[in-house]
């Protein structure tokens, strides 16, 4: 049974390095990704706000002077808010450990390797998808007046 395809797959990453860039460049150009990037925390929360996005690769240390707990922050104020992977050349059990007690749904470990970056970036998705498909759609409260026209009252 072949899976179904994700339903967005557009990545965004937060990279300002060339070489970063270039790797995730390389890593999602045969694949059915649509790799955007953003170098720093104003311009990624103008892409968040005016677009949706599947996931959000973020380094660590954004070139601006902020950090992906900032990035997560404003993630977490979005109505939908995609999973955020972060990446960082000291990717130890700490900083994993922080991420994800933190919200973030994954760390990667840069340089990149071509197969963690795809798992993750998949998974983050599905389970992300996953989660949205078993959330119940949360009816409006009854007001009085709805109450009122629902009995058939006055």
């Known amino acids: ?9 557009t990545i ?7 070489e970063d860039r270039t790797s995730l460049a390389s890593i999602f150009a045969q694949s ?3 790799l955007r990037f953003t170098r720093a925390l104003p311009q990624t929360q103008t892409l968040l706000s005016r677009s949706s996005v599947g996931v959000v690769i973020s380094e660590a240390c954004l070139s601006d002077g902020h950090c992906w707990k900032e990035l997560l922050h404003e993630i977490q104020k979005l109505q939908d808010p995609p999973p955020l992977i972060v990446a960082d050349r000291l990717a130890d059990e700490r900083l994993w450990a922080e991420a994800l007690n ?3 749904y994954d760390l990667l470990a840069k340089p ?4 963690e970056v795809l798992y993750a970036v998949t998974t983050a998705c599905r389970h992300s998808e996953t989660e949205h498909e078993m959330t119940p759609v949360r009816k409006p409260a009854m007001t009085a007046e709805m109450r009122v026209s629902a009995a058939g009252g006055r």
Not at 1 to 9: G, K, L, Q, W, Y
Request: aromatic letters at 12%; charged letters at 25%.
């Open 32 to 34: 059915n990704w649509k």
């Open 12 to 18: 965004l990453a937060v990279f300002s390095a060339r």
């Open 102 to 104: 933190l919200g973030a």
């Open 1 to 9: 049974m072949a899976e179904r395809p994700i339903s967005n797959p």
């Open 112 to 115: 990149f390797d071509p197969r």
